[in-house]
């Protein structure tokens, strides 16, 4: 990340420190000699080693900053969802400090302070930029379950039902682990039989 108002030489040096680049100094004469020593922009950006000192000034010059996308699968479990995080590079502390945090949002009105996040990632697939943090991309999933909630009106279905929107969700995720095959035909059909036999239980 190359911040606002960074300096030419401090960009060089920072550049060699993360390994980027070998000289700092080959790095500064050739940004001079192309006169692109003012024209590099700030940003996040996804630099290899293997790029050629040309390609990184090109790519610093341009300010294209670096994007990536993460996939979480409906229904998947919080376990899993850890997981893909760790995968795309995350420490596992920053991860899990990201899913133990309290987050002060509307989809949680309800939810018991004791109860993790599970069922609470919705499943979906993100374009990030390269500067996110785990918690910048929980959040962003909760801004999307949040729109969901708000456009099928969940709350007051749920309601009706006499449920919180929290046992609502727990409810929809236990319906979809016991319907792992629904008919295509009638997906929708086998899916609220069973709420209804778990409804009827509670």
Not at 155 to 172: D, E, M, N, R
Request: proline share 5%; no cysteine; aromatic share 8%.
């Amino acid at each position: 990340t190359i911040d606002a108002g960074t300096t030419p030489a401090a960009i060089a040096e920072q550049l060699e420190v993360s390994g980027v680049i070998k000289s700092k100094f080959a790095f500064t004469v050739y940004t001079k000699l192309s006169r692109t020593e003012n024209n590099l922009k700030a940003g996040t950006y996804n630099l290899q080693p293997s790029l050629s000192t040309p390609a990184i000034v090109d790519h610093l010059v341009s300010g294209k900053q670096d994007t990536f996308s993460v996939t979480f699968l409906p229904g998947d479990t919080l376990a899993s969802n850890r997981q893909k995080l760790i995968d795309l590079g995350y420490k596992a502390s920053e991860v899990d400090a990201a899913l133990n945090k309290a987050y002060n949002r509307p989809l949680f009105a309800t939810k018991p302070a004791t109860a993790d996040l599970e069922g609470y990632i919705f499943g979906d697939t993100y374009e990030l930029d390269a500067s996110s943090t785990p918690e910048t991309i929980i959040n962003r999933t909760f801004d999307e379950y949040e729109d969901v909630v708000t456009k099928e009106n969940l709350v007051s279905g749920f309601k009706k039902q006499g449920l919180t929107l929290f046992q609502g969700i727990t409810l929809a995720s236990i319906v979809q682990r016991e319907v792992t095959n629904p008919a295509p035909s009638r997906p929708n059909d086998d899916q609220r039989q069973v709420a209804r036999v778990f409804l009827n239980r509670m």
